[in-house]
């Protein structure tokens, strides 16, 4: 069983910077692949990025590559979510997500992920 607090969501300006974090209890932290998740007003949950869990792999969306940069430190059982040049469209619920399994080319799909954060805001305001 694997619990996920996300924590550093906010209201910022667009062009701002923001980082999230989420924290994991329970041991093998490793062992899971994380996600970042985050789902707007009336819109489905999209995927944002995936780390492995030695963090040597990376996967990003589209809309956020070059500015987004999801990060973990294992020693602490946190994952990172480092937000550079945020604009409107970012603001969303963001939920981070823990892995157990071999994701192969499904990473970007909510319903394989095993345990999920309550969220934290994000806000960019225009």
């Known amino acids: 069983q694997v619990q996920l607090v996300e924590s550093g969501g906010g209201l910022v300006q667009a062009g701002d910077s923001l980082t999230l974090s989420c924290a994991a209890s329970g041991r093998s932290f490793d062992y899971y692949a994380m996600g970042w998740f985050r789902r707007a007003p009336g819109k489905e949950r999209e995927f944002v990025a995936r780390i492995s869990g030695s963090g040597l792999r990376t996967y990003y969306q589209t809309s956020v590559k070059g500015r987004f940069t999801i990060s973990r430190d294992n020693a602490k059982n946190t994952v990172f979510l480092q937000m550079n040049s945020l604009e409107p469209g970012d603001t969303a619920d963001y939920y981070c997500?823990?892995?157990?399994?071999?994701?192969?080319?499904?990473?970007?799909?909510?319903?394989?992920?095993?345990?999920w954060g309550q969220g934290t805001q994000v806000t960019v305001s225009s």
């Open positions: 997500a823990a892995d157990a399994q071999y994701a192969g080319n499904n990473y970007y799909l909510p319903h394989i992920y095993d345990y």
